[in-house]
């Protein structure tokens, strides 16, 4: 079917067809007409452009994803059904001074450096301030992502600390996308009409829109990010805890020179990677579990070796 899916403020998901735009029907109601056994209805959709109607909050989106909630579960990774039941939790008022939830998307390219091998005994803050060697090459960056919003400021704010804090915000889609360069490239000129300046960055708009999985992944991958609310709760905890024992003084001024930015000196202090450690052997651990049980299984052929990715015959660059 073509047409729009569309969040409304009543916590009801919608959809509307682009050959009636005068009516929206329940995407529910919908599929116990066509199909209300198929447990993958909500796939037939999920590229489908999507509105969100002025008023919606966080919460009225949850509770219009909760008849698909497993299905969300899955695709995403994240305990859906956890963050409906939490939002449906009385909250004390918030102490927040975030007004809105944006969902934006950007683009950023920048100049690619030369990324070298960490020496065997060199130190993560030596290897960190090495001087960085440019490429010919470009980083391109593309994202869909969810922040809070305060009128006037221009700073994004994370959702994922406190799901009470948010909840009852109201959620916008911007329909302009952005790309953003950095002054020094020059890749973007600044007498060109449409291009902007603000800080070190030169950036252009232009229209955009947002599918159902774009959307889903912007406030529950890139916003709310943790699997589940508690996860955000004791993780927000401890980073608290570890920047009191820190001390952490946050230096605002950078330094300029012959107008080139100054190079930042990176420190690292003890145990700031031991989180990320702890991941990586549980990872390992987890994958080595599950690859001798597969060989254990002996049914499909296990590739040992380098995989060989195919490459085209020639440059796709004119």
């Not at 796939?43 to 497993?70: Q, S, Y």
């Not at 922040?147 to 915000?169: C, M, P, T, V, Y």
Request: with cysteine; glycine share 4%.
């Amino acid at each position: 079917m073509e047409g729009q899916l569309i969040f409304c403020s009543d916590a009801i998901l919608r959809f509307r067809s682009d050959y009636d735009e005068t009516t929206a029907l329940p995407l529910l109601s919908i599929q116990k007409t066509l199909s209300e056994s198929d447990p993958f209805f909500l796939l037939r959709f999920f590229r489908h452009a999507v509105i969100v109607e002025e008023g919606t909050t966080l919460a009225n989106i949850f509770f219009a994803i909760e008849p698909w909630k497993d299905l969300l579960t899955a695709y995403l990774d994240r305990d859906i059904a956890a963050y409906i039941d939490e939002v449906r939790k009385p909250s004390k008022p918030t102490s927040w001074d975030l007004e809105w939830i944006g969902i934006e998307r950007r683009s950023s390219v920048y100049r690619a450096y030369q990324h070298q091998q960490r020496g065997e005994d060199e130190d993560f803050t030596a290897w960190f301030n090495r001087e960085r060697i440019a490429t010919d090459e470009f980083e391109i960056e593309n994202s869909c992502d969810a922040a809070g919003f305060i009128k006037g400021d221009s700073q994004r704010w994370s959702l994922s600390e406190n799901i009470h804090e948010i909840k009852n915000l109201p959620v916008i889609l911007y329909n302009k996308q952005t790309l953003m360069t950095p002054q020094k490239d020059e890749l973007l000129r600044e007498s060109t009409s449409g291009v902007r300046s603000a800080d070190r960055s030169r950036f252009i708009y232009g229209e955009t829109s947002f599918s159902f999985c774009e959307v889903m992944e912007a406030i529950f991958i890139s916003g709310l990010f943790f699997y589940t609310p508690g996860d955000a709760t004791s993780s927000f905890e401890e980073i608290k805890d570890r920047l009191d024992e820190l001390n952490v003084v946050e230096e605002a001024e950078a330094d300029l020179a012959d107008g080139e930015e100054k190079p930042l000196k990176v420190e690292i202090a003890e145990g700031a990677f031991d989180s990320l450690t702890s991941h990586m052997e549980s990872e390992t651990a987890s994958w080595q579990l599950l690859k001798k049980s597969c060989q254990a299984e002996n049914v499909l052929p296990v590739r040992i070796g380098v995989i060989t990715p195919a490459a085209p015959p020639e440059p796709f660059w004119p």
